[in-house]
């Protein structure tokens, strides 16, 4: 067994590679591979138990947050995030009403489970994967303006879609909501898990000033960067926000180090061996993490197939739509906004949080799970169709031109 598990590792991280080469080279993108590859590792060929396996999801969940956002966030140019964050709330906002609202109709409706359920199908669903749109965005050929939107789009999401099922599920059990508790609970994610993460980040600057040429120094800073996610999820905020703008402050130290009017060193802290170790970190957990979405698959019913696929296609509906809201008199391209409008993944954290029903033993908890997972497998392929249809539309274009 245990050659088994590590042969099957060496497997998934040379396709990791090879996915990830194409993706450069193509525009293919390589998740949609990764989660075939899982499925045949899981579901097809069982060398691994999906219910087995399920019990990770939280660990995984955090882990990919926290390595994969913070690489993100090193890519990262902080005039950009200034600016873009207005543009950026704005499409969360829309995104995850408007996709919110049509799954919540569409189950009622067609479906007939009770609207507040619907709702709470809908706040599951509501926003795309974090985790994906980083792993996407750094390296798909948009400006860094659409990617920065993109970026910060998706955790916003991400906190939007944890806040809002949480409260709709304690509605559910006791009958009440208090809309007060919502606001000041949203606001203090964001608000704490900004501040934890840019104090961290500061504070960590200035310690690698003294220790960032001495062994491991690459691998505390790892240690800082879970640290901060831990510390921001236990006073109430968004670890994974933290984690983000961790890596934007280390990623711009130059702009740092003349906002807080402190003298820089002359050797670059966060140096390209630092960004190439993380980025190496980030393509194992990713790699692992796509694997592990389809491992964990394991839809058998056709009608539940269908309506998944369905509801995937009302979300392309409902994303274009707000990406046309959001970005009226932006200086975005239209090829900016076709992807904008296509990077719609669900990822683990919908997986996540579509077995809370379960552990709170409501109604519908079974379809939660499975049509969530149906969600998460059409966008990807939505997805991965799309940036690759776009992007070779793209270069035809500019060869036409040439």
């Known amino acids: 067994m245990v050659m088994l598990a590590l042969v099957t590792a060496s497997v998934i991280i040379v396709i990791g590679f090879l996915a990830s080469y194409f993706f450069e080279r193509t525009g293919l993108p390589d998740m949609l591979f990764l989660i075939v590859l899982g499925v045949i590792f899981g579901p097809v060929l069982r060398f691994f138990d999906p219910t087995t396996v399920a019990g990770l999801a939280p660990y995984i969940a955090a882990l990919a947050l926290v390595f994969i956002l913070f690489d993100g966030g090193l890519k990262m140019n902080i005039y950009y995030i200034f600016s873009e964050t207005p543009r950026a709330e704005l499409l969360a906002m829309i ?35 974090s985790v994906v749109v980083v792993s996407l965005a750094t390296r798909m050929k948009v400006s860094e303006k659409c990617a920065t939107t993109m970026v910060l789009e998706s955790a916003i999401t991400d906190i939007l879609c944890i806040v809002v099922s949480l409260v709709v599920i304690g509605t559910i059990l006791t009958g009440q909501t208090d809309y007060a508790i919502v606001g000041k609970e949203i606001t203090a994610q964001f608000s704490t898990g900004a501040v934890v993460g840019v104090l961290f ?22 240690a800082i960067v879970l640290v901060a996610y831990c510390v921001s999820e236990y006073l109430g905020g968004s670890g994974a926000l933290s984690s983000l703008l961790f890596g934007v402050i ?84 239209r090829d900016d906004r076709n992807i904008m409008s296509v990077v719609l993944t669900r990822g683990l954290a919908a997986s996540v949080l579509s077995t809370l029903p379960m552990q709170r033993s409501l109604l519908y908890a079974d379809l939660y799970v499975n049509i969530t997972l149906v969600i998460i497998m059409t ?8 940036v690759l249809t776009l992007s070779r539309k793209r270069v035809e274009e500019l060869a036409f031109k040439t």
């Open 95 to 129: 995104g995850f009403v408007m996709s919110a609202t049509v799954i919540a109709l569409f189950t009622h409706y067609v479906m007939g489970i009770p609207l507040l359920y619907g709702v709470l199908f809908g706040s599951i669903c509501g926003g795309s994967s």
């Open 201 to 222: 980040g500061v504070f960590w600057l200035s310690i690698l000033k003294k220790v960032a040429r001495e062994p491991y120094a690459y691998m505390l800073t790892l």
């Open 379 to 386: 966008t990807a392929v939505i997805c991965t169709v799309g």
């Open 250 to 333: 280390l990623g711009n130290e130059k702009e740092i180090f003349k906002i807080i009017k402190r003298e820089r060193t002359r050797d670059t802290l966060i140096d390209e061996g630092m960004r190439r170790f993380e980025s190496e970190v980030a393509f194992l957990i990713r790699t692992f993490f796509f694997v592990y979405l389809g491992l964990i698959a394991t839809v058998t019913n056709i009608n539940l197939l269908i309506l998944g696929v369905i509801l995937s296609f009302l979300l392309l509906c409902a994303r274009y739509a707000a990406v046309m809201l959001a970005t009226v008199r932006s200086p975005f391209t």
